[in-house]
Nanobody, 115 residues
Framework: VQLVESGGGLVQPGGSLRLSCAGSGFTFSNYDMSWHRQAPGKERELVAV????????DYADSVKGRFTISRDNAKKTVYLQMNSLKLEDTAVYYCKAIGGGFEYWGQGTQVTVSS
C-alpha cells in the first residue's frame, strides 16, 4: 500500500496550490480519503474529507470556502485545491485512506505560505 503526495511548495499569501495524492495497493474507491496538516509545534488536524459513498465532503471551518477536496477513483487520486492561501496554512499536508478497518498515511508534502 502506498500513498504519494505531490504539489506542495512555496506560495505567496492569496495564492493557490493543488495537492495530489496517488494511491496504490488497495481498492481506492472503497476508502474514505482525507487531507490533514501539521504545523510546527501543533497537532495534526483534519483539513478535508471525501467519503467513498454519495460524494459527501466536509471541511475544517478554517478552510471552508477556500479549499476543495475531490477524488478521481479511476486515477486512484485525491486532490486538494487550495485558494486564497494564508500564512497560517503553512504546514506539512498528509493524505489518509481509511476503510475496512485499515488506515494508511502518505509521507506528507510541505506547503509554505510566505511573502
Amino acid at each position: 500500500v502506498q500513498l504519494v503526495e505531490s504539489g506542495g511548495g512555496l506560495v505567496q499569501p492569496g495564492g493557490s496550490l493543488r495537492l495530489s495524492c496517488a494511491g496504490s495497493g488497495f481498492t481506492f474507491s472503497n476508502y474514505d480519503m482525507s487531507w490533514h496538516r501539521q504545523a510546527p509545534g501543533k497537532e495534526r488536524e483534519l483539513v478535508a474529507v471525501t467519503f467513498n459513498a454519495y460524494g459527501i465532503t466536509d471541511y475544517a471551518d478554517s478552510v471552508k470556502g477556500r479549499f476543495t477536496i475531490s477524488r478521481d477513483n479511476a486515477k486512484k487520486t485525491v486532490y486538494l485545491q487550495m485558494n486564497s492561501l494564508k500564512l497560517e496554512d503553512t504546514a506539512v499536508y498528509y493524505c489518509k485512506a481509511i476503510g475496512g478497518g485499515f488506515e494508511y498515511w502518505g509521507q506528507g508534502t510541505q506547503v509554505t505560505v510566505s511573502s
